[in-house]
């Protein structure tokens, strides 16, 4: 279950390639090209490398390249509105290396650099974007450019951008260049629901136990039970927020065995009891 490695196609044969993004996501993919995306009407979980997050309206997050990431909406009546995001790829080399060794561009070389671990920005920041990923996805030649450049500018100026993935994330390559972390996350992902043992997710990374509880923690920044907790907690969050299930359903629909754990759970995760966070929304 190792992350799809997508081709990305740029038709016009140019650098930079922005679509609307029509489809309902959910596929743990990876691609060498950086990505932006832009929800603007969407909602729900977005999952980068170890990070797990809730996400609205006017969530922007650019991704370096070979980044597994997967987001996965929350269709009401399992539909979605047609063009509910905008997504940008774009190729390093598309800008050339002796152009990126400018003094001038040192601050986007930091911005590219530091995406190996993904940022999301603002709502602010997002809004200020959209105008050139709309722009970009009907312009040609030099106008599409600079679309792109004045993008990088709102990227780059930003002052709410928040790194997602852990400091000490990356992954580590088996023998068959497959990545041995990208398995146990689109394990966890597709099973976080059902009761996962240590040992069964040690067998998918083909490891001891022991061995994947340091190997797990050492790339993840986080032990295997909390990184677990966190993506039960995080769909759990969405439900109290957009549902009118019963806690004790919740609790049980995002495997926690028993309320007073997914109660104990919560609270360590969010800082505070699933009840009291429903209230907030309501």
Known sequence: MAAELE?????????????????????????????????????????????????????????????????????????????????????????????????????????????????????????????????????KGFDKVIDFFNLLNILIRSEKKTMLCSENYRLASDDNGNKRMSDVYSFIRENYFKPISLEKVAKIARMSPFSFSRYFKKNSGACFVEYLNRVRTTKAGYLLRETDYQVQDIALECGFGSVSNFNKQFRKTEGLSPRDYRSQFK
């Open 7 to 139: 081709n990305i196609t740029y038709g016009d044969g140019g650098g930079f390639h922005a679509s609307y993004i029509n489809d309902s996501g959910g596929i743990w993919h990876l691609h060498p090209e950086f990505e932006l995306v832009l929800n603007i009407k969407g909602n729900g979980t977005r999952i980068i490398g170890d990070s797990v997050e809730l996400f609205d309206h006017y969530d922007m997050v650019l991704l370096a390249g070979d980044i597994p990431h997967s987001w996965n909406y929350y269709k009401p009546n399992d539909i979605l509105p047609d063009k509910h995001g905008i997504m940008l790829h774009f190729r390093k080399t598309s800008l050339g290396e002796a152009f990126l060794a400018q003094h001038e561009l040192s601050s986007l070389n930091k911005l590219l650099s530091d995406a190996e671990r993904g940022f999301v920005f603002s709502v602010e920041d997002a809004k200020k974007a959209e105008k050139y990923l709309i722009q970009m996805i009907d312009n």
